[in-house]
């Protein structure tokens, strides 16, 4: 059916954004006005999102297969050595936050979900609040005529609280060592920062991690990897709901001082602007490459949609290229002095 309609994307996702759990429905199309049989693609995609909406398809088996598809997911995670340090190294971190609820380790947890507890859920979520971004060429009046055949209740009159600013007073940082029964040791680093997603400083954040160690242009790849040869891999993460900066690395249990020492050394050199403005460069034609490649993905612009919606604005590509291009070497300062250094884990292996 979606073949004929001009292989019509369809798509239900489900996640969590900071502090809420985000169900979607998404159906997209190319402009009718580009077709010559005369169907309106639109309205096609509208009967799309209301068969996907209303009439969910509970089947028991289908339910048992998923259900115990999830449970061996747990079980392969419980299996997974490094899996295991680091849900270690985020309990410790994240203890008694609600940042840390919303990973399910145990494979009971599905075990005791059945198929009535799942219509239960399903028909509670399509009384939540909802909203509706759409990205075409359709006039506003079509689209708004076009929304109303969904006629629920509760549209979101405000934004979420999407953000968790849940965060703890560190007096002094967390050093945790355990010993496995592994060849590889794997060292996770996390620090806070007060920058989120709704901050002005989000960008510069964005292009600090890059530059950091999101990218293979990075300095922890290119200096701890590539010129000392200290680990196998190592990356950083920006969670920019939660105002977190993770290091993750594989390394020899040998090179752990070295290691840590090495990325302090790092991230010291962008507290103090040592920073050249090729390298800054180089992070913002990245990410303004990132920024082209999403106007081209439905995907990528809903996201950004959701995402941006959290500041109570979108933004257009255009104003996210300004946007990065403006930030300077002392921005990229600033945010770098915002980090604290939360919790060090060393998953130490037998080599």
Not at 13 to 39: D, H, P, R
Not at 97 to 111: C, L, M, Q, S, T
Not at 311 to 331: F, H, P
Request: aromatic share 12%.
């Amino acid at each position: 059916y979606l073949c004929n309609l001009y292989n019509m994307m369809a798509s239900v996702g489900f996640g969590t954004k900071g502090l809420n759990n985000q169900f979607t429905f998404t159906a997209g199309s190319i402009n009718s006005k580009y077709v010559t049989e005369g169907i309106n693609l639109f309205d096609a995609s509208l009967d799309v999102l209301e068969e996907l909406m209303t009439k969910p398809n509970f089947d028991e088996d289908i339910f048992e297969e998923i259900k115990l598809s999830l449970v061996q997911k747990v079980k392969l995670n419980q299996n997974s050595k490094i899996k295991v340090a680091y849900y270690d190294f985020f309990d410790n971190m994240f203890k008694d936050e609600i940042y840390n609820k919303f990973y399910i380790r145990d494979p009971e947890v599905y075990n005791k979900i059945t198929l009535d507890d799942v219509k239960e859920a399903y028909y509670n979520l399509m009384n939540m609040e909802h909203f509706y971004i759409y990205i075409g060429e359709d006039s506003l009046d079509t689209v708004v005529e076009g929304l109303k055949r969904f006629n629920f209740a509760n549209k979101l009159k405000s934004k979420h609280q999407y953000l968790d600013y849940e965060t703890k007073e560190i007096k002094e940082p967390t050093v945790i060592v355990k010993d496995f029964d592994v060849n590889q040791s794997n060292l996770f680093i996390g620090y806070r920062t007060p920058i989120l997603l709704d901050n002005d400083d989000y960008y510069a954040m964005f292009i600090f991690n890059q530059m950091l160690g999101a990218s293979y242009n990075s300095d922890l790849y290119n200096i701890v990897r590539e010129e000392h040869g200290l680990v196998y891999n190592i990356s950083s993460s920006y969670p920019s709901m939660k105002g977190t900066v993770i290091i993750e690395c594989g390394i020899s249990k040998n090179n752990y001082e070295k290691t840590i020492n090495l990325i302090n050394e790092i991230i010291a050199s962008y507290q103090k602007g040592d920073i050249s403005e090729e390298k800054l460069d180089i992070a913002k034609k990245e990410t303004i490459s990132g920024v082209k490649k999403g106007i081209d993905s439905i995907n990528q612009l809903v996201g950004d949609a959701m995402n941006y919606g959290v500041r109570g604005s979108i933004k257009t590509a255009q104003e996210l290229i300004d946007k990065v291009n403006s930030i300077s070497i002392e921005d990229i300062k600033r945010v770098a002095n915002t980090l604290v250094l939360d919790t060090t884990y060393f998953m130490r292996g037998n080599k």
